[in-house]
């Protein structure tokens, strides 16, 4: 069935191409951090397909969305940006970089990603989120089922769970979110989070397990922990890879209709991220080139291709027709959890993922500052004497 929706797919997207063959006289440059090899080989020789002449680098030349962002400031020769996230979209359309201005641009198909838009400027392409999960076998709660207030209530669920090694990396992020947002405090001087939340977060990291792993999967899988953080992107591909490898005694099992393991259930809800794609404006562009780079992003974030994107990468579109055509019945599990990136802080005016965005480089600054996440639970920094600490400097980035 893959296979016959995959042939469907691809010839869906050539019949897509037709309108856009003139465009091959004029090379499109894009910034992603959603750029693995396979994704960049992909997308250069679909839209060659389509009649469109694109530059990406791959992630061995730039890694991350910090990385992407920054090269696009500096370089200035950008035509189009996709990927990141709220946070750093809001930046980007809040004027944050010197040299990137994002376009006006409304495409066909802008009513069919939800709320995952920014008006007249940027709209989703894929959705992702962070997952707390746990095993419900006799390697996890024996069928005990978890239901948390808050993602930082892990820390008195009673079982071991698996926290990351580093402060770095965009999941990682993205579960510091997580664990941090019912501890928002827009009168703090800790970053504009209460001490009680740094306090449960130091306390995520000395209670709990890194396993050398670089994300929390694959401890879960072996049953070396109870509870783990995973994003959704892959989830259900990496838990069917693992089970049908066979070198695992008592892997995960079951993705859509899970056997063994579970979300666990959190009143709050997760910390949501989409991709998005903008266009950037470009000085010494024609109108007629700046045509060319509006019809592609009009292409790549159309049905068909997101679709085909979708199968291909195992990601899940934003654009709910792509979804459907994408072989996706119903709303995945893992996509049906409340968003909590969009809500309002009390006290502000900023949605929780603009109030991420201004207080990220705050909240990284703390914790490399503190000494978070360390690798080695027998090197593990003293607990910091949380009563006298100087906020004004911890928020600062630390002198090399």
């Not at 020769?77 to 990137?100: K, P």
């Not at 198909?109 to 707390?132: E, H, P, S, T």
């Not at 996890?140 to 079982?159: E, R, S």
Request: hydrophobic fraction near 40%; charged fraction near 20%.
């Amino acid at each position: 069935m893959k296979k016959i929706l995959a042939i469907m797919l691809a010839a869906a997207l050539l019949l897509s191409l037709v309108s856009f063959a003139s465009a091959e006289d004029y090379t499109i440059r894009i910034y992603s951090n959603s750029n693995s090899p396979e994704r960049t080989t992909w997308l250069i020789n679909a839209a060659k397909e389509a009649g469109f002449t694109i530059s990406i680098d791959d992630n061995t030349v730039i890694s991350g969305d910090t990385a992407a962002v920054q090269a696009a400031n500096e370089n200035k020769d950008g035509d189009l940006i996709f990927g990141l996230n709220e946070t750093r979209w809001g930046q980007l359309i809040g004027g944050t970089y010197e040299n990137l201005k994002i376009a006006d641009w409304t495409p066909t198909w802008a009513d069919q990603v939800g709320d995952f838009r920014y008006d007249g400027k940027a709209y989703g392409i894929v959705i992702q989120n962070v997952l707390m999960l746990y095993r419900t076998d006799d390697l996890g709660t024996k069928g005990q089922p978890l239901h948390f207030a808050h993602w930082a209530d892990i820390v008195d669920c009673g079982y071991k769970w698996y926290r990351q090694g580093k402060v770095g990396g965009t999941t990682n992020a993205n579960i510091n979110s997580a664990m941090l947002y019912p501890f928002a405090d827009p009168a703090s001087p800790a970053g504009g989070i209460s001490l009680d939340g740094w306090k449960a977060l130091w306390k995520y990291c000395a209670n709990g397990n890194f396993t050398g792993d670089s994300y929390g999967l694959d401890p879960l899988i072996r049953g070396d922990v109870q509870v783990s953080t995973f994003y959704s992107s892959s989830l259900y591909g990496n838990i069917d890879a693992a089970a049908q490898a066979g070198d695992i005694a008592n892997p995960l099992r079951g993705t859509l209709e899970p056997e063994n393991w579970a979300l666990v259930e959190i009143d709050d809800g997760t910390y949501y991220i989409a991709e998005y794609l903008g266009i950037l404006e470009k000085e010494g562009r024609t109108d007629a080139q700046t045509q060319i780079v509006k019809d592609f992003a009009e292409w790549f974030g159309s049905t068909e291709v997101q679709a085909a994107w979708s199968e291909e990468f195992d990601s899940y579109p934003c654009n709910k027709e792509a979804a459907v055509k994408a072989g996706f019945e119903t709303v995945p599990a893992i996509y049906a959890i409340k968003n909590f990136a969009l809500e309002k802080v009390a006290g502000t005016d900023l949605t929780y993922a603009a109030y991420v965005a201004a207080h990220s480089a705050e909240w990284t600054n703390i914790m490399t500052n503190l000494g978070f996440y360390w690798k080695d639970n027998a090197a593990a920094p003293a607990e910091p004497d949380w009563d006298n600490l100087d906020w004004a400097t911890l928020t600062q980035k630390a002198a090399e």
